[in-house]
């Protein structure tokens, strides 16, 4: 009976070891407590890419790590105490779908933990949701009845090997479609114009203004399709009095300037006729006031 008591005693004794030494090793698991990001979002224009996210760290830091399907894991903006992070280097294969992990991390590295919290983002991929930002005007002209528009792709920052840039034309193709939208600079009515190049020339009323503006659309993608709008251009062509006016403003212009010259006419005749009369009557008083 005294054994199994020693023993009894024995077990229990083992038993309160162990419960304290998981005590102690209880403060190194609240690591595991720190804070990770919330409200990850993805900015992106023309494939210039930022990873944003909240709150900003006190007592922490956080590392992204950013990995796409066909694609390895590979960290970025490491131990950083910002809420944001360029990636547009890491998502250069622009079909690639891609998810970022990132990680809260303490101060000091000697109390890291194997494996420290996380927060993932939102899946992202660069060809379906960057948005384009405004197409350029480079060139316009208007002659006549025609206006030719010559548009000018926006840049991504990719390069060929020459370091020179790639434009979204480069990356999307034939994807990539331009609409021109024009109206009479006196009206509201608008009409449109559709190319895969980058030239529009379209046949328009002879001898009026119009003013225009351009659009990029994907047309691969069902949401967030078109682009940003370019700057409204408004063409200054010089319009003929009569196109401008009608022909009844110039009929009354007429009509003043006939007037005119008549009443100059008149005058002219009864101030000769004046004079005339005058010059006689001098010319019969003569002898009386000779005599």
């Not at 006419?265 to 010059?279: E, F």
């Amino acid at each position: 009976m005294a054994s199994a008591l020693d023993a009894l005693a024995a077990a229990w004794g083992r038993a309160l070891l162990l419960a304290a030494l998981l005590a102690r090793l209880e403060p190194c698991s609240g690591n595991s407590e720190l804070p990770t990001a919330i409200n990850i979002t993805w900015s992106s224009i023309n494939f210039k890419t930022i990873l944003r996210w909240q709150p900003v760290p006190t007592n922490y830091v956080y590392t992204v790590k950013i990995s796409g399907i066909n694609s390895n894991w590979e960290k970025v903006c490491v131990r950083t105490k910002e809420t944001e992070c360029d990636v547009t280097d890491k998502l250069e294969k622009v079909k690639d779908t891609y998810t970022a992990h990132i990680v809260s991390e303490m101060l000091s590295r000697t109390e890291e933990f194997e494996e420290p919290p996380y927060a993932i983002s939102p899946k992202f991929t660069p060809y379906n949701q960057t948005t384009i930002g405004k197409p350029g005007i480079q060139t316009y002209e208007l002659t006549d009845s025609k206006l030719k528009v010559l548009v000018e792709d926006p840049l991504t920052p990719y390069r060929f090997p020459n370091k020179s840039f790639k434009s979204i034309r480069d990356i999307f193709k034939n994807d990539l479609e331009y609409t021109l939208y024009y109206w009479k600079s006196q009206s509201t009515g608008k009409k449109e114009a559709t190319t895969k190049s980058n030239q529009f020339e379209i046949s328009i009323d002879k001898g009026e203004n119009y003013c225009f503006y351009v659009q990029a659309t994907i047309l691969s993608r069902r949401e967030n399709r078109r682009s940003q709008e370019s700057q409204i251009n408004c063409t200054h062509h010089q319009i003929d009095g009569l196109a401008a006016y009608g022909t009844e403003v110039f009929i009354i212009i007429a009509a003043v300037a006939i007037v005119i010259l008549i009443t100059i006419i008149c005058l002219s005749v009864a101030l000769y006729k004046c004079k005339k009369t005058k010059a006689a009557k001098e010319k019969e008083t003569m002898p009386l006031n000779a005599v």
